[in-house]
């Protein structure tokens, strides 16, 4: 009797560490290659307008893309802070001057680095 009362203690304290761990190939690491790359890419000052508007195009789409892939995954709250850096990043590829399309990419990297830092320090969720 006693080892069924140490079985279900055992499997009662790894719920939460179950509970942080995404879905088995869901593409969680790409998700977090996404975040990553938004938040090297989006400290960098745009040459132009072109490349600036050009590059913000491409993170958002990987920022969408990564927001979709982890709630896909079952990472609810990364996927809300990932669709938070998307939309923070959303307003450059129509950015009418540099300035205004590298300070949106500022934002964005931002948010994509304060994502990327939950999901180190808390998992999945």
Known sequence: MRRVGLGALALLLSLPAVAQTPRAQ????????????????????????????????????????????????????????????????APAPAAPDAARAGAALERGAARAAVARARLGARGCG
């Open 26 to 89: 869901c593409g969680y690491g790409e998700a977090l290659a996404a975040l990553a790359r938004a938040e090297r890419e989006g400290v960098r000052p745009p040459e132009g307008l072109a490349e600036g508007r050009a590059r913000a195009q491409s993170l958002l789409a990987g920022l969408r893309g990564a927001a979709e892939t982890l709630r896909g995954c079952g990472c609810a709250v990364a996927a809300e802070l990932a669709a938070e850096a998307a939309e923070t990043l």
